[in-house]
């Protein structure tokens, strides 16, 4: 399972996500260069927004595409816009929006509260990917069955803010390709990032 950490200006933290093969997640409304060695995905900041109480910035999403040119890499994948529990009004935001996106990158859809299998199935062939977002509740009910979605498709799923021990080892074990996470880097130096390794070594969630 790979894990992308919100992004971070520390050396020491890029360091230690090169010996692990660990990425960076990078918010559109807060884009950074990526550094080099280490792999990265955009993510569109909508959740950030979301949080604060703002509409979807969608200048600063069509300015990380434009920087996007300008990287040493590739992102492994771009979140397409969504709304945040949003249901099928943030699937059709997301497929306006996907047309704006430049060919040849990644793009995976985020799935949101009270969207159902049977019709995300009919668009998954759009997006190389599934991005599980919403709220936590519907999140941790649902996650599995998404993430079968994505792989009889052929097709990754990543579960976006997985920050908790017990949430690694539970995303862990219903196969997540990727999560991320920014509390990782918020822990007290030196630890942050322990909880990672047990995690990922943990066979069983008690």
């Known amino acids: 399972m790979k894990i992308y950490i919100g992004n971070t200006g520390t050396l020491r933290h890029h360091e ?7 990425g960076n997640l990078h918010l559109a409304n807060a ?3 990526p550094k080099r060695g280490i792999s990265w995905v955009l993510d569109n900041g909508a959740y950030s927004n979301w949080l604060h109480k703002k509409p979807f910035d969608d200048n600063a999403f069509r300015e990380a595409l434009i ?3 300008k990287c040493i890499s590739y992102p492994d994948f771009i ?4 709304i945040v529990a949003g249901g099928y009004e ?11 996106i430049p060919a040849g990158y990644p793009v995976y859809l985020a799935v949101q ?3 159902q299998r049977y019709i ?6 759009l997006f190389d990917g599934l991005f599980i977002g919403g709220t936590l509740k519907w999140k941790l009910e649902t996650a599995i069955d998404w993430i079968k979605l994505a792989h009889n498709h052929n097709k990754k799923a990543h579960i976006g803010k997985v920050g908790t021990f017990k949430r690694l080892v539970w995303a862990k074990n219903i196969g997540a390709d990727s999560i991320d996470s920014s509390t990782f880097v918020q822990a007290r130096k030196g630890k942050e990032f322990g909880r990672i390794h047990a995690a ?3 066979t069983a969630l008690y």
Do not use: A, T
């Not at 979140?79 to 969504?82: G, L, R, S, T």
């Not at 943030?90 to 704006?100: A, D, R």
């Not at 995300?120 to 062939?125: A, D, G, L």
């Open 16 to 22: 230690v996500m090169r010996k692990n093969d660990w």
């Open 31 to 33: 884009f950074r260069m």
């Open 67 to 69: 920087k996007i040119e």
């Open 79 to 82: 979140v397409c816009p969504d």
């Open 90 to 100: 943030s699937l059709k935001f997301s497929l306006e929006w996907l047309h704006e």
């Open 113 to 115: 509260d009270g969207m």
């Open 120 to 125: 995300i199935r009919q668009y998954i062939e």
């Open 200 to 202: 990922l070594s943990q």
